[in-house]
């Protein structure tokens, strides 16, 4: 036997640590125990989507149909299990999984592995947020044509999506797409539910209902928090029996009145040092008991100064711009001529239509005859301000308005309320995770509907790794008081995950002489690798 024979050297890199992540939640046996296990087959569907997690927090862009060849340079045994080979998780594999899944049922499994998370890992529940994206797709899609057909299948059983047109997120109206809804824990960012649904739907349309799912999937008194998509008379009706804070919409005259009469209450001197604590000394509020929707609530009127300053500077250019604007419209109008009165004020009134801030005022009709001795009238006019509209969004100027059914029982402090609309970002951070083009793809290539939302339930499963995974780091970092460098080689107690994937890149699985052992393991990664779970040390030390 060769020198070369005798040692074989294969990338763990952080490898190790999803892998870990994956073992300590348990999602390998959840998944064999709802598709089961074919004693006939080579690797089972549990480590089928064991590796898909891995290949998709790999954060090297493959798509599946290179699945296979992401593992050629990997340890995979070290990873999956002996006797596994990379041309096990060949193509068709990967296919006839993602299908029994589906089969199965997204949700279901989803909602076991969550509850599993729960059960293990103390994660505060009091808040959870919504919120939805889209995501652009390569491709025909022709199946919408047979909707009626699908929807009066939906009846006996639940229809794929429908992949067409709507408002896209990812600012690509040109493709179609399909929609995500996401709930996440504040803490800690951790995918509580997920829903995929048609291109063309409605966050108001469906946010109620996908509330009243959640509720019954996760029995846990949560108090939900949703942009303003939330707040219409049906979907409050729909959730008067949760708890819910969410984002009153300017369209609603009550809320109109409010923002424009009421003052918020100056901040009294005693207040001011917990305000900057809490990070809220550029706000200040006033709480309203309203009813709306046959429902009792607490809206809370909110300024913010630093909003407050750049809308006004935006009403100040949106000015500007229409001055420059309607000078170009006064002057010609002015220099047009009507054969009617009528005429005259027709295209009067149509220019005024694209003038928000501004309007051209009719101050006479002349009466005058063309070079060739025609009747015509001529308009001369002049540009006027509109005081009213200028005042009114003066007023609304860094002012929302929030709204919480907690009144009475459980009534919550309006500090609290706004700094828990704050961490709305919690699923923005997700989708951002979800979109990042280092992350699976830009964009799906799969054909089937079927397919992109086992796909997109996929991505939630990474997701949930990865937050969690962050979550935990964090967590014992703050306990230990210790932190480690940044990327700028700042010491820091909150460093992310990608970071730390990054900081082990470089560990390296070597068989020599039938000896296995890990290489490269410095110190500051073993110090690393004893703040995460145990199953994470476990393919390093």
Same mark, same amino acid.
């Given at each position: 036997?060769?020198?070369?024979?005798?040692?074989?050297?294969?990338?763990?890199?952080?490898?190790?640590?999803?892998?870990?992540?994956?073992?300590?939640?348990?999602?390998?046996?959840?998944?064999?125990?709802?598709?089961?296990?074919?004693?006939?087959?080579?690797?089972?569907?549990?480590?089928?989507?064991?590796?898909?997690?891995?290949?998709?927090?790999?954060?090297?862009?493959?798509?599946?149909?290179?699945?296979?060849?992401?593992?050629?340079?990997?340890?995979?045994?070290?990873?999956?299990?002996?006797?596994?080979?990379?041309?096990?998780?060949?193509?068709?594999?990967?296919?006839?999984?993602?299908?029994?899944?589906?089969?199965?049922?997204?949700?279901?499994?989803?909602?076991?592995?969550?509850?599993?998370?729960?059960?293990?890992?103390?994660?505060?529940?009091?808040?959870?947020?919504?919120?939805?994206?889209?995501?652009?797709?390569?491709?025909?899609?022709?199946?919408?044509?047979?909707?009626?057909?699908?929807?009066?299948?939906?009846?006996?059983?639940?229809?794929?999506?429908?992949?067409?047109?709507?408002?896209?997120?990812?600012?690509?109206?040109?493709?179609?797409?399909?929609?995500?809804?996401?709930?996440?824990?504040?803490?800690?960012?951790?995918?509580?539910?997920?829903?995929?649904?048609?291109?063309?739907?409605?966050?108001?349309?469906?946010?109620?209902?996908?509330?009243?799912?959640?509720?019954?999937?996760?029995?846990?008194?949560?108090?939900?928090?949703?942009?303003?998509?939330?707040?219409?008379?049906?979907?409050?009706?729909?959730?008067?029996?949760?708890?819910?804070?969410?984002?009153?919409?300017?369209?609603?005259?009550?809320?109109?009145?409010? %923002?424009?009469? /009421? !003052?918020?209450?100056?901040? =009294?001197? $005693?207040?001011?040092? #917990?305000?900057?604590? +809490?990070?809220?000394?550029?706000?200040?509020?006033?709480?309203?008991?309203?009813?709306?929707?046959?429902?009792?609530?607490?809206?809370?009127?909110?300024?913010?100064?630093?909003?407050?300053?750049?809308?006004?500077?935006?009403?100040?250019?949106?000015?500007?711009?229409?001055?420059?604007?309607?000078?170009?419209?006064?002057?010609?109008?002015?220099?047009?001529?009507?054969?009617?009165?009528?005429?005259?004020?027709?295209?009067?009134?149509?220019?005024?239509?694209?003038?928000?801030?501004?309007?051209?005022?009719? %101050?006479?009709? /002349? !009466?005058?005859?063309?070079? =060739?001795? $025609?009747?015509?009238? #001529?308009?001369?006019? +002049?540009?006027?301000?509109?005081?009213?509209?200028?005042?009114?969004?003066?007023?609304?100027?860094?002012?929302?308005?929030?709204?919480?059914?907690?009144?009475?029982?459980?009534?919550?402090?309006?500090?609290?309320?706004?700094?828990?609309?704050?961490?709305?970002?919690?699923?923005?951070?997700?989708?951002?995770?979800?979109?990042?083009?280092?992350?699976?793809?830009?964009?799906?290539?799969?054909?089937?509907?079927?397919?992109?939302?086992?796909?997109?339930?996929?991505?939630?499963?990474?997701?949930?790794?990865?937050?969690?995974?962050?979550?935990?780091?964090?967590?014992?970092?703050?306990?230990?008081? #210790?932190?480690?460098?940044?990327?700028?080689?700042?010491?820091?107690?909150?460093?992310?995950?990608?970071?730390?994937?990054?900081?082990?890149?470089?560990?390296?699985?070597?068989?020599?002489?039938?000896?296995?052992?890990?290489?490269?393991?410095?110190?500051?990664?073993?110090?690393?690798?004893?703040?995460?779970?145990?199953?994470?040390?476990?393919?390093?030390?």
């Amino acid at each position: 036997m060769s020198y070369l024979e005798e040692i074989q050297v294969k990338n763990l890199d952080h490898l190790g640590i999803v892998a870990g992540l994956i073992d300590e939640i348990g999602i390998v046996k959840i998944i064999n125990n709802k598709l089961g296990i074919d004693v006939r087959e080579k690797i089972s569907a549990g480590t089928v989507v064991k590796s898909i997690l891995i290949n998709g927090l790999g954060f090297v862009s493959r798509p599946l149909y290179l699945f296979s060849q992401f593992f050629q340079d990997k340890a995979i045994e070290k990873l999956l299990g002996e006797r596994i080979k990379p041309d096990y998780l060949n193509d068709d594999k990967i296919g006839r999984v993602m299908d029994e899944l589906y089969k199965y049922g997204l949700n279901d499994i989803f909602i076991e592995v969550v509850l599993e998370v729960i059960k293990k890992i103390k994660i505060d529940l009091k808040y959870s947020h919504l919120d939805s994206t889209s995501f652009h797709l390569d491709g025909e899609y022709k199946r919408e044509e047979d909707k009626e057909k699908q929807e009066e299948e939906k009846i006996i059983k639940e229809r794929p999506i429908f992949i067409k047109k709507g408002y896209s997120r990812d600012h690509r109206p040109d493709l179609k797409q399909c929609v995500l809804d996401l709930i996440t824990s504040q803490d800690g960012d951790i995918p509580l539910f997920v829903r995929v649904g048609d291109g063309n739907e409605s966050d108001k349309a469906v946010f109620g209902k996908v509330l009243v799912e959640f509720k019954k999937q996760i029995k846990f008194d949560s108090i939900m928090v949703c942009d303003s998509a939330l707040y219409g008379q049906e979907n409050l009706q729909l959730i008067q029996h949760l708890k819910w804070i969410t984002r009153v919409p300017m369209t609603i005259k009550k809320a109109k009145e409010l %923002v424009q009469n /009421i !003052e918020v209450e100056e901040v =009294k001197d $005693e207040d001011k040092e #917990k305000r900057s604590d +809490l990070n809220l000394e550029s706000y200040t509020w006033k709480e309203e008991i309203v009813t709306y929707g046959g429902i009792k609530q607490t809206w809370l009127i909110v300024l913010s100064e630093k909003r407050q300053k750049s809308d006004l500077e935006k009403l100040e250019k949106q000015l500007s711009q229409e001055e420059k604007k309607s000078q170009k419209f006064l002057k010609e109008i002015q220099s047009e001529e009507f054969e009617h009165p009528q005429a005259a004020r027709y295209k009067l009134k149509a220019i005024n239509k694209k003038l928000r801030l501004l309007e051209i005022k009719e %101050v006479e009709l /002349i !009466e005058t005859y063309s070079k =060739k001795k $025609e009747k015509i009238y #001529k308009m001369i006019s +002049l540009i006027i301000k509109k005081d009213e509209e200028i005042s009114r969004k003066t007023k609304e100027a860094g002012k929302f308005i929030l709204a919480t059914n907690l009144v009475e029982e459980n009534k919550l402090e309006a500090s609290e309320i706004l700094i828990t609309y704050k961490n709305q970002q919690s699923t923005e951070r997700g989708f951002r995770f979800l979109k990042d083009p280092l992350f699976f793809t830009d964009s799906f290539f799969v054909e089937k509907p079927e397919r992109i939302e086992t796909m997109l339930f996929l991505m939630s499963l990474c997701l949930l790794i990865y937050n969690l995974g962050q979550r935990e780091l964090r967590n014992c970092l703050k306990r230990v008081k #210790k932190g480690i460098n940044n990327q700028v080689g700042k010491v820091t107690l909150r460093p992310t995950l990608r970071w730390i994937f990054q900081c082990f890149q470089g560990i390296h699985y070597v068989i020599l002489n039938g000896v296995k052992q890990i290489v490269n393991l410095t110190e500051e990664r073993r110090f690393i690798l004893s703040l995460l779970p145990a199953s994470c040390q476990r393919y390093y030390l």
